[in-house]
């Protein structure tokens, strides 16, 4: 069944086109790649599935609900959710609030509750921090719970943004490059880790990413954008021999 | 010496005024990055709040005090909710202009309402003076000034609690370092901002109960000085920083009563403008601040 689609999707910005004319299908547990030059619209993609822009054109479809020009806040909590390409992290929070503030979406506790320490407050709050702790002891930061994030080494900081967004409980999940800045041994964790979310989650992945050693060896389709317009598409051997592909990488220079 | 300490003792029930004033300033910058100049002007309804929960209805000071809490956090939220809420993406500039609109507006009706004519606050707590201290140390001590500043540190210790111990809090400080992303993860940005208005004009509206009882005067202007000086307060501690909003009231009162004291009454008020021109030059991201840190 087909769990998020765009259709026609266009976003300006000012006079700028940074997508047009973009359709995508996913299939629930798909696991797509999401490739293509800096400034190509990937991250574009990602805040119009997100609710944080509004397309001009097009229409977003998620498990068959309409989410074009939502809320960011309706999404997350229908079943999106996402990282940072420049991690964005809840700097002074400790590393167990980060992912609360993640965990604590479904939960229909009141402000009124927190403040008044209901025993109906207890028991949600108990598993807020529960479902919490399960999604940092799947990315291995348990042991760092109470350490204020910013003061975490970089590539912690992007597993936390992982266990942050899997606390949401998504269905779909959008990773914006989480191995920029990694180390070879990181990646191949993170390579593995991203396996078991679809694997063992039964999580929807789109990944962009500019390690093509990890787009290649993980996604089962690949999507190759272009000045905001889809220029390839297909199983990862194919895309690599494409030739509009290594143009838009490498220039126009045929190469050997 | 002695008339240092009583001097100080003096300048803490002032300050702990002018903290709980600034902490509603620095929360709603700390999460909208607006300072909310209509924040001193709550403050002014809530002693009117209180003086008439007092006066017309006859109520003793607790319940006074929550009416007035109430009323506050109603006004609060309802001016964030018209006046702010449909400007959130407009220029900065715009936002600051409303709320100094609404500072104006919300004087005037006083002036319109309540006539800018000076009230007697209700003497609910009898003026007793520790005689025991005074004989011992020599200071005067009042228990107006006690109620003061405990009640003070109580509201403050909650909020401490709130902020740093309860799920809003939480989403208060998430959505305070960074909106976007708080928004993105599902977080109710549109109630962490209310609910922020509503403690913070709580906190104002207690202040201004306060000062009733302290000063025994209350009118419709009364938030103009107060109102600019725990803005300093707020600037002073590091603005966006809950514990500096509470030192820098402390030190905000301590500095007025003792320049008022011992150099002269008449710079009461320059005091507080010298210590921003001071903090804007020397340290401007206040005394807890970390410098150059854009936050939005």
Not at chain 1, 61 to 74: A, R
Not at chain 2, 213 to 237: E, H, Q
């Amino acid at each position: 069944m087909s769990l998020l689609r765009l259709n026609d999707v266009m976003v300006a910005f000012g006079g700028l086109l940074a997508v047009s004319n973009f359709d995508l299908n996913v299939e629930d547990r798909e696991l797509i790649g999401l490739i293509g030059p800096n400034g190509a619209g990937k991250t574009t993609i990602f805040n119009v599935i997100t609710g944080f822009h509004t397309p001009v054109r097009g229409s977003v479809i998620f498990s068959g609900v309409d989410i074009t020009g939502k809320l960011p806040n309706y999404i997350a909590k229908l079943g999106i959710s996402r990282t940072f390409q420049n991690i964005r992290l809840f700097q002074n929070l400790t590393v167990l609030e980060n992912v609360m503030i993640g965990s604590q979406i479904h939960s229909r506790i009141s402000y009124i509750h927190s403040l008044l320490r209901t025993s109906y407050f207890y028991r949600e709050e108990f598993k807020i921090e529960k479902n919490a702790m399960k999604a940092l002891e799947l990315v291995g930061l348990e042991r760092l719970r109470d350490e204020i994030a910013k003061n975490l080494p970089y590539g912690d900081q992007r597993k936390l943004e992982i266990a942050r967004a899997i606390a949401t409980e998504p269905r779909l999940i959008l990773l914006d490059e989480p191995a920029a800045g990694m180390n070879p041994r990181e990646t191949d964790e993170l390579m593995n880790m991203i396996k078991f979310l679809r694997n063992e989650l039964n999580l929807t992945i789109l990944l962009i990413e500019h390690d093509m050693h990890v787009v290649m060896n993980i996604c089962e389709r690949v999507i190759v954008l272009n000045y905001g317009e889809i220029i390839a598409e297909g199983a990862p051997d194919e895309i690599k021999s494409k030739p509009e592909v290594l143009e838009a990488y490498l220039g126009s220079v045929a190469v050997g | 010496m002695v008339e240092f300490l009583q001097q100080m003792i003096n300048g803490i029930a002032l300050g702990s005024i002018y903290a709980l004033i600034a902490l509603g300033y620095t929360m709603v910058y700390g999460i909208l990055g607006l300072i909310n100049f209509a924040h001193g002007d709550i403050y002014m309804v809530g002693a009117f709040a209180g003086y008439f929960a007092m006066t017309l209805f006859k109520w003793g000071i607790v319940p006074s005090f929550i009416f007035s809490m109430l009323v506050c956090a109603l006004l609060g939220v309802s001016i964030e909710r018209f006046a702010y809420k449909p400007l959130r993406n407009a220029p900065r500039i715009a936002v600051l202009t409303t709320a100094i609109g609404v500072s104006f507006l919300l004087e005037n009706l006083g002036v319109i309402f309540w006539t800018p004519t000076p009230r007697a606050f209700p003497q609910v707590i009898p003026l007793k003076i520790y005689q025991g201290i005074y004989e011992r140390f020599g200071v005067i001590i009042n228990n107006r000034q006690i109620v003061i500043v405990s009640i003070s540190i109580a509201l403050m210790i909650l909020l401490q609690f709130i902020v740093n111990r309860t799920k809003i809090g939480m989403a208060m400080r998430a959505v305070s370092s960074d909106r976007e992303t708080a928004w993105m993860m599902g977080v109710n940005i549109d109630h962490v901002i209310s609910f922020t208005f509503a403690i913070g004009s709580m906190l104002a509206a207690a202040g201004g109960v306060l000062v009733g009882i302290y000063f025994n005067r209350i009118d419709p202007l009364m938030g103009v000085m107060p109102g600019i000086k725990a803005f300093v307060a707020a600037v002073l501690g590091g603005i966006g920083i809950i514990p500096g909003a509470m030192v820098g009231g402390f030190i905000l009162g301590i500095a007025e009563i003792l320049v008022s004291a011992f150099i002269a009454s008449s710079y009461r008020d320059a005091i507080a403008f010298a210590i921003l021109i001071l903090i804007l030059l020397v340290r401007p991201s206040g005394i807890f601040g970390t410098a150059a840190r854009e936050k939005v």
